[in-house]
């Protein structure tokens, strides 16, 4: 996650506000998720881990929400799901030294949007927008585009664990030895998103960060040092969910 400013129009936006509450927390977090260019992977269920980690909500329901308003993009990119932010670029001034984005621009005609129209003092629009209106379309296919490359994979892996640990990383880079350790797993089979799951887990485990002898050890080629290390951190995940059903069962959905 990226610090990301936010203008005092965004409360009083008309999209903003015909959005359910959680889906203006949504959006707001969107942009912290997000890389420079405004796009992230089009992962609900690691969205919730790391934005609604305690509330039961649907966030591929809330993203349907954000596109019909128009706010967002949801594509695909042979067969691989992201999000756009819409003028992202022209809201943040991203930090210098963030790394470019390593993922696809939406096409103009490989959007799942239902065509929403902006209106030209919504605060949301470029200035090319507003001058013609335009509406978004989806009735042409999209165009054959080249598979993202397992180092491109393991470099967005590498992103999301800087954007986890922002301050012990700050000064880090996507070194060979870091390659390698998650290009390794991503080659025996693991998921993407079971890294990405590992690594936000390892962010609030005292081992992981230095509680036992004050040694922080969550670099991710050591996360990623063993698969069974992976497994091991992302299933903490299904296990705290598992918790909190059987004590939502407990006590009649007080916590």
Not at 3 to 12: D, G, L, V
Not at 43 to 65: A, E, H, T
Not at 75 to 92: L, M, P
Not at 127 to 135: D, G, M
Request: glycine share 6%.
């Amino acid at each position: 996650m990226r610090a990301r400013s936010r203008k005092p129009a965004f409360f009083t936006d008309e999209h903003v506000v015909a959005l359910p509450f959680e889906g203006r927390l949504l959006f707001a977090g969107l942009w912290c998720a997000a890389d420079r260019a405004g796009r992230l992977e089009d992962r609900p269920k690691q969205l919730k881990i790391n934005l609604f980690p305690c509330d039961d909500v649907d966030v591929d329901r809330l993203l349907d929400g954000l596109v019909q308003v128009g706010l967002i993009i949801r594509y695909t990119v042979d067969e691989v799901r992201y999000i756009a932010v819409k003028n992202f670029e022209k809201h943040q001034n991203p930090h210098v030294r963030e790394p470019e984005s390593i993922i696809p621009a939406p096409d103009e005609h490989s959007t799942s949007t239902v065509p929403a129209l902006l209106t030209p003092d919504s605060g949301l629009l470029t200035p090319k927008e507003e001058s013609t209106n335009v509406l978004l379309s989806d009735e042409s296919p999209d165009p054959p585009a080249k598979a993202p490359s397992i180092a491109s994979v393991a470099r967005a892996r590498f992103e999301h664990w800087r954007a986890t640990f922002p301050n012990e990383t700050a000064k880090m880079s996507f070194t060979k030895d870091r390659e390698r350790a998650v290009t390794a797993r991503l080659r025996e089979g693991i998921a993407p998103e079971v890294i990405d799951e590992a690594v936000t887990n390892a962010r609030g485990d005292p081992f992981w960060n230095g509680a036992k002898d004050g040694e922080w050890k969550a670099d991710i080629k050591t996360i990623c040092g063993k698969g069974s290390t992976v497994e091991r951190l992302a299933a903490r995940s299904k296990q705290q969910r598992s918790g909190m059903d059987m004590l939502r069962q407990r006590y009649g959905g007080a916590t």
